[in-house]
Structure formats: structure tokens, C-alpha cells
């Protein structure tokens, strides 16, 4: 029987030049899961990120991939199964939309047809269909992290034999307005409603408390709290973390946490 369990972090740290940048990490995320890591500026968490993509290899501890250490897995089969949005994706080539979010397709040896048929659809939840002629590079910034998250969804929208699949957005909000950043971390939700697990790492308390399972927060590169949002936002704990007063009360739509500084 496969296991729930999609990524394993146990003493997970990493040091740069003798300064240990992350240290200490321990976190079991299980199959639709939606996980939100927040914290100040220099709490590790773009650490915490390049580690989780593969782009830096840990100076302690294990990462657990669907059972199996990640550093183990062939780069292929990990494609299939693990999607990126880092916080800026570079791409100077005039490519139009479409086939930037095709790109996302490239793992898979499914068939132009169906291929095209995935496109159409996460282009519609992710509403840049009407982006879709437009030259990449043209767009706004907003724009282009929206077909961002298209082709990563792409990559990743159907179920494989392989096992559970991953998503890891890196601050997936920072360009865009208050409407579309709502649309995207519902589109998040609805995304671990299809068996995704979601790791995001986001600077806003109140979408992490709305939209997330359980938050981590990190603070100089260790975690302080992991919990259900409504167990980590609290006022003595953000102070201490983000060294700002704030009052913590029940959001009067969602009764999520609503973090008013």
C-alpha cells in the first residue's frame, strides 16, 4: 500500500561559509496537503525552498520524496511528479504564452492532443486564456507569474503511476494584485482538492491563515511553530517572530484567524 505521506524533512539544515542558514527542520507533509511556510526576511525560508527544488544539496539531515531520498530520484521521473515556481523565472526568448505553459508538458510522453487539451484547461482555472497569443516577455509582471503557474500546473495536472505529486510555489503572490492573489491561493486549494500536496511560502499571515492546512513559521533559520493557523498565529509569537504588535481575532466570514497589526 502506498504511503500519504509526500515529503519528509527530519534535521533538515544547511550552512553557508560557517553560518548555518537553516537548521534543525522536521516536517511530514501528507497527500493533499497545503502547507504554508512564512517569517521575516532572512528566516530561511528561500533556503528552505532551494533545498526542497534541488537547487542546494543539505549540509544535514534527509528529504523524503514519496518514500525515497530525494537525491536519489532520476531527474525524469521527479519531473513528472514535482512542480517549481520560484519567485522570478527568467526567460528572455519571444516565446507567446501558450507555449511557455506547454513547455510545462515536457516530462511527459502523452501526445500533442492531450497535451493541448491539459493547456486549455489550466489556462481556463488560471485564467490566462486571453494571454495565450501574447509574447511572453510583453507581459506584466502579474501576468507572467499567472502563465507561471499555468505551465507548473501543467506539468503536474494528471495523476501518475510514480507517486504523489508535488507543488512548491515560492512567494506566488508577490506580483499580483489582491484579486488574483485570492484567485490563485483558492486555485491552491482547489489544486490539493485533486491530490496535490502544496508547500507555499508566502509573506502575508492572513492568506497562509486563510488558505493553509497548517503553517510553519520560521525564525533565524529554525522553526518556531507548526501548526493549524489558528494554533501558530498568535500575538505573543508574531511579536516576538516579525517584532510588530498585532491582535489576532476570528475572521467574521471564514473564522480563520485574521492577524490586525
Excluded at 485570492?182 to 486563510?210: F, P, S, Y
Amino acid at each position: 500500500m502506498v504511503s500519504d505521506t509526500v515529503l519528509r524533512m527530519a534535521g533538515l539544515g544547511f550552512h553557508l561559509r560557517d553560518r548555518w542558514l537553516l537548521q534543525g527542520i522536521n516536517l511530514q507533509v501528507t497527500q493533499g496537503e497545503c502547507i504554508a511556510v512564512v517569517g521575516p526576511n532572512g528566516a530561511g525560508k528561500s533556503t528552505l525552498f532551494r533545498l526542497l527544488s534541488g537547487e542546494w544539496q543539505p549540509a544535514s539531515g534527509d528529504i523524503e520524496f514519496n518514500g525515497s531520498a530525494l537525491k536519489k530520484w532520476a531527474l525524469s521521473d521527479l519531473a513528472r511528479l514535482r512542480a517549481v515556481l520560484p519567485q522570478a523565472s527568467s526567460l528572455s526568448f519571444p516565446f507567446i504564452a501558450h507555449e511557455v505553459i506547454l513547455m510545462g508538458r515536457m516530462p511527459h510522453a502523452s501526445g500533442r492532443e492531450q497535451d493541448e487539451a491539459i493547456v486549455e484547461e489550466v489556462m481556463q482555472v488560471c485564467d490566462v486564456k486571453h494571454l495565450a497569443r501574447r509574447q511572453y516577455t510583453a507581459l506584466s509582471g502579474g501576468e507572467r507569474q499567472r502563465v507561471q503557474l499555468a505551465r507548473v500546473l501543467a506539468q503536474i495536472w494528471q495523476p501518475e503511476a510514480l507517486g504523489h505529486r508535488l507543488l512548491l510555489l515560492d512567494e506566488p503572490t508577490s506580483a499580483l494584485d489582491l484579486s488574483h492573489q485570492l484567485d490563485l491561493m483558492q486555485l491552491v486549494r482547489e489544486v490539493c482538492g485533486k491530490a496535490v500536496t502544496v508547500l507555499v511560502i508566502v509573506h502575508d499571515l492572513n492568506l497562509a491563515a486563510r488558505f493553509a492546512d497548517r503553517v510553519m513559521m520560521l525564525h533565524n533559520g529554525s522553526s518556531v511553530a507548526l501548526g493549524q493557523p489558528a494554533e501558530v498565529m498568535r500575538p505573543d509569537l508574531i511579536e516576538c517572530v516579525f517584532n510588530v504588535k498585532t491582535q489576532v481575532i476570528e475572521h467574521p466570514m471564514y473564522g480563520c484567524p485574521l492577524v490586525v497589526s
